[in-house]
Nanobody
Framework: QVHLAESGGGLVQAGGSLRLACAAS????????MGWFRQAPGKEREFVAA???????NYADSAKGRFTISGDNAKNTVYLQMNSLKPEDTAVYYC?????????????????????WGQGAQVTVSS
């Protein structure tokens, strides 16, 4: 059983920064891609960013220029640096991982392509 644990969420003022981390533990095996999704109250879960084990990244338009995803393959850990936060970034942020070799070079953006999920970390941005 793989366990993904998010950390680093919290309350921040608009314009501030937060860094989320997600560490995999348990019966771990190589993840070829890891990513972040978020879900705001009353809205569907949406893609934020993903990184492949080769370091290639994909970002949602809302995250481009403000968020940076990075990964540590040796530690099976992924980070999301969030800068210039806006109130509309308020959501529960979920870490996700895929062990499919199909995503070795290009990480997926659809939630269905990620098999493992964390419990989520609350991020609240006040105006």
């Amino acid at each position: 059983q793989v366990h993904l644990a998010e950390s680093g969420g919290g309350l921040v003022q608009a314009g501030g920064s937060l860094r989320l981390a997600c560490a995999a533990s348990g019966r771990t095996f190589r993840f070829y891609a890891m990513g972040w999704f978020r879900q705001a109250p009353g809205k569907e879960r949406e893609f934020v960013a993903a990184v492949s084990s080769t370091g290639n990244t994909n970002y949602a338009d809302s995250a481009k220029g403000r968020f940076t995803i990075s990964g540590d393959n040796a530690k099976n850990t992924v980070y999301l640096q969030m800068n210039s936060l806006k109130p509309e970034d308020t959501a529960v942020y979920y870490c996700a991982a895929s062990s499919s070799g199909a995503y070795y070079f290009n990480p997926p953006q659809a939630a269905a392509h990620f098999a493992s999920w964390g419990q989520g970390a609350q991020v609240t941005v006040s105006s």
